[in-house]
């Protein structure tokens, strides 16, 4: 298993996907891995790299940085800087103090990168033990989406077509997990680039993946006549000036059904919604609350609970 922040990632992927570490490394879990490259690496690319205090120069370390093709293959590799009429990657136009041809070069380490997992994922051995990549993002962060191209600087934005996206403050949200990877295995934390790794719902995170192969989970099939399930047809959100209706279904026969409702915000409070059956395995009830933050829950002995959080806008007159 790797555990990387920012550009390790893309050193320990590197090593997954084009050198056969697959076949060696379980997981990859990364903190903020521009795999798609960062604006950040543009701007000091291109402006340069200085430290400040007021009008004092504490470190230029502009030189030193453009000497570097690793910082050439941070650059975004998606479009990003506009040419005067549509977004282009950086490799594909003249950008002050930017080597056109190290740009390329860097864009052809991700290219390797994409044609390796792609070749990668049609073996039977990759699909069934090769590594996860498992991606910590930061959001919440003003974050550089995009640039222009100004007098013989680049201006970077946080806003891209009109959107901000936010991220970690160096690497947008959309940067941070790989191409071919659903966003739905994605974990989000707000955090910023440098904290990510260190705030405690991550490394909960990372303490939850390194104990993963402790647990033989094919233990813990449901079995047939097991615990049965519930589904809850709740809004997400109402105006409380009237009741909202809900209903409960359970996936076996069951006597009785009861539900619990906390509110999440102001003073703890506890509500328990009478429940009608309505048809086999159905039942409907309504809710009348103040405004406020919800969960109502509901868990019938030998059925796995269900909860759902809702919104209640306005107040009930009388609640």
């Not at 991700?110 to 070749?119: G, R, V």
Request: with cysteine; net charge negative.
């Amino acid at each position: 298993m790797f555990v990387a922040h920012s550009m390790g990632g893309l050193v320990a992927r590197y090593y997954v996907e084009c050198m056969e570490g697959w076949k060696l490394t379980r997981s990859l879990v990364t903190f903020g891995t521009p795999f798609r490259g960062s604006g950040n690496a543009l701007g000091f690319l291109a402006n340069g790299f200085v430290w400040k205090s007021g009008p004092f120069s504490l470190f230029d370390g502009t030189e030193a940085l453009r000497s570097f093709d690793s910082v050439y293959q941070l650059l975004p590799i998606y479009p990003f800087v506009n040419d005067g009429s549509k977004l282009v990657r950086p490799a594909e136009i003249d950008i002050p103090n930017l080597d056109r041809e190290r740009a390329s070069a860097a864009l052809g380490f991700h290219d390797e990168m994409t044609k390796a997992y792609e070749l990668n994922r049609e073996l039977d051995a990759y699909r069934s033990a090769g590594t996860k990549i498992r991606a910590v993002v930061g959001v919440d962060q003003p974050t550089a989406q995009s640039a222009t191209i100004t007098a013989d600087m680049v201006e970077t934005s946080t806003m891209y077509e009109g959107e901000e996206i936010s991220g970690d403050g160096t690497v947008p949200r959309v940067s941070a997990f790989p191409i071919g990877y659903q966003e739905s295995g994605v974990t989000y934390i707000s955090a910023t680039h440098s904290a990510l790794q260190s705030v405690a719902n991550a490394l909960e995170h990372l303490r939850g993946v390194l104990t993963a192969t402790q647990i033989d989970f094919d233990k813990f099939r449901a079995d047939p006549i097991g615990p049965g399930s519930i589904s809850l047809d709740l809004p997400d959100a109402f105006d409380g000036t009237a009741p909202a209706a809900f209903r409960l279904r359970t996936s076996a026969n069951v006597q009785a059904v009861s539900g619990l409702v906390e509110r999440l915000d102001g003073t703890p409070r506890q509500w328990r919604p009478t429940l009608m059956r309505v048809g086999p395995n159905e039942y409907a009830g309504e809710l009348a609350l103040p405004a406020g933050l919800y969960r109502f829950s509901a868990s019938p002995t030998n059925f796995r609970p269900a909860s759902d959080i809702f919104l209640v806008a306005g107040a009930y007159a009388n609640s």
